[in-house]
Nanobody, 125 residues
Framework: VQLQASGGGLVQAGDSLRLSCAAS????????MGWFRQAPGKEREFVAA????????YYADSVKGRFVISKDNAKNTMYLQMNSLKPEDTAVYYC???????????????????WGQGTLVTVSS
């Protein structure tokens, strides 16, 4: 599967953005999906994930209550609605797809097989 992330940009603290991840190739519904981010000088970290069926969703504590992950299998697209953005949310955001569902797998970037190219989100204070 090939993934294409988009929707990043420069916003002010408190604003909202919606990221999209479009997939091509094998049916989207086959994959466990996730969003990760990498700030300058830091390791790539987990943000949010959704199981292949959409029945389970996971969030990092740092974004819980502010970000919402969703997927539209008919459109082969995953979204990350980001609200109440903070300067510390500044990072390159990556979408990822893998074969392993569940909280024991999807929070770890090592369990994802495919990655998008990333989209930059910059939040100014």
């Amino acid at each position: 599967v090939q993934l294409q992330a988009s929707g990043g940009g420069l916003v002010q603290a408190g604003d909202s953005l919606r990221l999209s991840c479009a997939a091509s190739g094998r049916p989207f519904s086959s994959y466990a999906m996730g969003w990760f981010r990498q700030a300058p000088g830091k390791e790539r970290e987990f943000v949010a994930a959704v199981t292949s069926t959409g029945s389970n969703i996971y969030y990092a504590d740092s974004v819980k209550g502010r970000f919402v992950i969703s997927k539209d299998n008919a459109k082969n697209t995953m979204y990350l609605q980001m609200n109440s953005l903070k300067p510390e949310d500044t990072a390159v955001y990556y979408c990822a797809a893998g074969y392993l569902n569940g909280v024991h797998y999807q929070l770890n970037r090592a369990n994802y097989n495919y990655w998008g190219q990333g989209t930059l989100v910059t939040v100014s204070s």
